[in-house]
């Protein structure tokens, strides 16, 4: 009877069960969440993060220090800059220099090229006027090409013409000396059929 009294009752067991899965559904969200908490802190590392925080109070700082030793020499400043900036030399310390000199490399070219920009911007309001006048200019080129083209095929004809003639002008001046021998006349265009029917006749 003892034993019996021992065992559990299937209910009980489904309900231990329930109470494992529930807590290990517990145990999941809170890891989920720990897991998001270190994304975050990850994301914004170099908002939150100390080591960040202290590096950007101290440029905070030094710009601060800038801006109030700007404040204690506004009047000097303000006269300084009141007064014309010819024939002066500026302190300008020495680490900067490099930096300056590829300052003053850009700021030639920038003045070599300042009447190009300038041109560029005002034609700009043009520009729809200039594209319909190049592809105007495109379309006579292709016309002039294709004219180029036709009359280099028409002057290789007229050599192969040429050719042709000069090759037939020996025969005929030797037709002409035989005939000039034997003293027949013949029709003054030896080309036509007729005068070229008297010939072979003759012969």
Same mark, same amino acid.
């Given at each position: 009877m003892l034993n019996i009294s021992k065992k559990t009752a299937p209910c009980f067991e489904k309900f231990?069960?329930?109470?494992?899965?529930?807590?290990?559904?517990?145990?999941?969200?809170?890891?989920?969440?720990?897991?998001? =908490? +270190? *994304?975050?802190?990850?994301?914004?590392?170099?908002?939150?993060?100390? $080591? @960040?925080?202290?590096?950007?109070? #101290?440029? %905070?700082?030094?710009?601060n220090n800038h801006l109030e030793a700007v404040l204690k020499e506004k009047r000097s400043l303000r006269q300084r =800059? +009141? *007064?014309?900036?010819?024939?002066?030399?500026?302190?300008?310390?020495? $680490? @900067?220099?490099?930096y300056?000199? #590829?300052? %003053?490399?850009?700021?030639?070219?920038?003045i070599e090229r300042l009447e190009t920009h300038l041109e560029t911007i005002r034609n700009i309001p043009h520009l729809d006027a200039n594209l319909k006048k190049m592809s105007k200019a495109l379309t006579k080129m292709?016309?002039?090409?294709?004219?180029?083209?036709?009359?280099?095929?028409?002057?290789?004809?007229w050599r192969e013409q040429q050719k042709e003639i000069s090759s037939c002008i020996p025969k005929i001046l030797a037709e002409e000396s035989y005939l000039q021998k034997y003293d027949i006349i013949?029709?003054?265009?030896?080309?036509t059929s007729k005068g070229h029917a008297q010939t072979t006749n003759i012969k």
């Open positions: 231990s069960r329930l109470q494992q899965i529930t807590n290990i559904q517990a145990e999941i969200y809170q890891k989920s969440l720990e897991i998001e =908490l +270190l *994304k975050l802190e990850k994301d914004a590392a170099d908002v939150v993060h100390p $080591f @960040y925080l202290s590096q950007k109070c #101290h440029d %905070l700082q030094s710009m =800059l +009141l *007064k014309p900036m010819c024939q002066e030399n500026l302190p300008l310390e020495a $680490f @900067y220099h490099r300056m000199v #590829h300052l %003053l490399e850009l700021a030639v070219s920038f292709d016309v002039l090409v294709t004219e180029t083209e036709e009359l280099a095929e028409n002057i290789l004809k013949i029709s003054p265009l030896p080309f």
